[in-house]
């Protein structure tokens, strides 16, 4: 049987298994997996690695922060970046802020992704104000469409929402089936903070770090659990970053409770020393941010054990000038700087330098952390994330030795530089396909704009409930008057 194209001869890693063999593609999509496969075309492996694309659950794509500051990527320049570091799905979000219509925020980042994107995309919600309207008409209907996350804040003026507004929208998400996202800080903690610290003349970006403290993680991530475990529903913590956080994800997990938690390159390649150089430290600042080398150990254990599901970019892009970063200049304070970092394209390059070729991950967890578990949180398994017949070939071959050093040419985002300059790294990406279109190939890209398709996701085991109640709830429940959510 011959196939459009066989990938022949390299060594193929799924999350379960990894073993020597050809992939045939037909029609875009995986057709078999064997030895001896015969193609209209052929791309020699020998020698790479062939893995699933990357898909990157968490990344901000042409969207205006809060600030009103529009970040550096549109979807063309970031899905070309994803591209370039072996990702073929990404799930950026669309920004709901205050007054705005949910369901005109969608239409538009629709409008702007389907003109633009080379690679897969999904669509995760912003909820910053959900009112009735939303909560009620647009957000139900955005699920329906297979948008099946949201993520809500609790830090952030204009974007916060308050513990009564965190309930309903969990509320909504357990009727309908969705996953709740969570920026979980303490606003009160980091407003007191930075209030005080601006009034001092410390407006340096290494007080925006001393700022987050990481009592204020941890106590946001404890109090949303809480929240979480009365209405009975799932939440993933977003870019947690703590040795304290990390332990109350362990425990609620240790409770039976559907808590799930993230991480970033910033947290186990960064550390609170890099922001420590100037005004040129708004380069690092993140919320949260980086923090030192026990949260970095606490990071790869949690990844290690489980308690931290999925490793994503938060690729948060924005230039080091007015545009972006310093919208005041030299006079800007780290209260009035753009927060984020890119991290897109340097996503997996980094963990499998860091990871696998140091020995803390075998091949079939970095799959697993990089591509499998996104797609099995998120509603697009076994179509993404995996090699296996009838999923979609989206797939990077890996040249596991290359040498790369790190440069802000070497990336192909907008941001114009890179936090992670001058590392070395060990793996690389060297042919990259899409549904079995190769769009990378050594160095060279030859996808056009707008191929990329939008992904209505299906429901996920991940969003369902865990069928607990707390004991107040379950006593109503013996009383035959359970609680309407």
Avoid at 217 to 236: G, S, W, Y
Avoid at 237 to 245: A, F, L, Q, R, Y
Wanted: aromatic share 8%; with cysteine.
């Amino acid at each position: 049987m011959e196939f459009d194209l066989v990938i022949r001869g390299g060594t193929v890693a799924t999350a379960a298994r990894t073993f020597a063999g050809d992939v045939g593609i037909r029609d875009g999509k995986i057709a078999a997996l064997g030895e001896r496969l015969a193609g209209g075309r052929e791309i020699d492996a020998r020698g790479r690695l062939v893995l699933p694309g990357g898909v990157d659950s968490h990344c901000h794509v042409e969207q205006l922060s809060s600030f009103g500051i529009m970040c550096a990527d549109d979807f063309y320049s970031a899905t070309v970046s994803a591209a370039f570091g072996g990702t073929t799905t990404i799930i950026p979000f669309c920004a709901q802020h205050r007054g705005d219509s949910l369901a005109k925020v969608l239409a538009d980042y629709h409008e702007r992704a389907r003109a633009k994107a080379v690679i897969d995309y999904g669509f995760h919600l912003i909820v910053a104000n959900p009112d009735e309207r939303t909560l009620g008409t647009d957000l139900p209907a955005a699920i329906a469409s297979g948008i099946r996350s949201f993520k809500i804040f609790m830090t952030y003026d204009r974007m916060r929402l308050h513990d009564e507004q965190i309930l309903d929208v969990m509320a909504a998400a357990r009727r309908q089936g969705a996953l709740v996202m969570v920026h979980a800080e303490n606003h009160g903690v980091i407003s007191w903070l930075a209030g005080r610290m601006v009034k001092q003349g410390n407006t340096l970006p290494r007080y925006h770090a001393i700022c987050h403290t990481r009592g204020s993680e941890a106590e946001a991530i404890q109090r949303v659990t809480a929240l979480a475990e009365l209405v009975d529903c799932p939440i993933l913590i977003v870019h947690v970053s703590t040795v304290e956080g990390i332990e109350q994800i362990r425990q609620a997990r240790a409770r039976g409770l559907k808590v799930y938690g993230e991480t970033c390159p910033q947290y186990l390649f960064l550390t609170a020393k890099d922001i420590d150089i100037g005004l040129a430290g708004a380069m690092f600042c993140c919320s949260p941010p980086p923090r030192d080398e026990a949260a970095q150990a606490a990071c790869w254990r949690g990844l290690a054990d489980g308690t931290l599901h999925v490793y994503s970019s938060d690729h948060a892009p924005y230039r080091m000038d007015a545009s972006g970063k310093l919208p005041k200049g030299e006079q800007t304070t780290f209260k009035e700087m753009a927060n984020g970092v890119p991290g897109l394209e340097l996503r997996l390059p980094l963990l499998f330098t860091y990871g696998y070729k140091a020995g803390r991950l075998r091949l079939e967890e970095f799959v697993n952390l990089t591509a499998t578990r996104h797609a099995q949180t998120y509603g697009l398994y076994p179509r993404k994330g995996t090699i296996a017949v009838g999923a979609d070939a989206d797939l990077a071959l890996w040249d596991p030795d290359r040498k790369v050093r790190v440069t802000r040419e070497l990336v192909h985002d907008n941001t114009g530089y890179t936090p992670y300059e001058g590392r070395e790294l060990t793996g690389w990406p060297t042919t990259v396909l899409s549904r079995g279109e190769p769009i990378v190939d050594n160095g060279r890209l030859s996808a056009r704009r707008g191929r990329g398709q939008f992904l209505a996701r299906e429901p996920s085991d991940a969003a369902q409930p865990a069928g607990r109640a707390v004991p107040e709830l379950a006593q109503l429940a013996a009383w035959k008057t359970p609680l309407q959510l």
